[in-house]
């Protein structure tokens, strides 16, 4: 069973930053594309940024600019780095794991960011 597993989450400012990491074990990184979505209280979870095996990325609108998502093959990590953060960038965040052969998808347990003063 794969299993990803966020950390990285926590309180901040507005205008400041957080790095959130997804560890994926036991898994031939290379057969897969890695996501972070998002879900706030009340909305459905969005797509946030996602990178494929070699590397391509796509970012939604409302982070472009803000948010990078980055993988290392080495250490099976994926990353993202929010900068400029919003009070509305707020919610629970997930890592995804979509296998290239077969579709599935994985799904982490997420990790709660939030912007507040």
């Known amino acids: 069973q794969i299993q990803p597993v966020e950390s990285g989450g926590g309180l901040v400012q507005p205008g400041g930053s957080l790095r959130l990491s997804c560890a994926a074990s036991?898994?031939?990184?290379?057969?897969?594309?890695m996501g972070w979505y998002r879900q706030a209280p009340g909305n459905e979870r969005e797509m946030v940024a996602r990178?494929?095996?070699?590397?391509?990325?796509n970012v939604a609108d409302s982070v472009q600019g803000r948010f990078t998502i980055s993988r290392d093959h080495a250490k099976n990590m994926v990353y993202l780095q929010m900068n400029s953060l919003k009070p509305e960038d707020t919610a629970v965040y997930y890592c995804?794991?979509?296998?290239?052969?077969?579709?599935?998808?994985?799904w982490g347990q997420g990790t709660q960011v939030t912007v507040s003063s």
């Open positions: 036991r898994i031939t990184f290379s057969l897969y594309s």
């Open positions: 990178i494929t095996n070699d590397g391509a990325t």
């Open positions: 995804n794991v979509h296998a290239l052969l077969g579709g599935l998808d994985y």
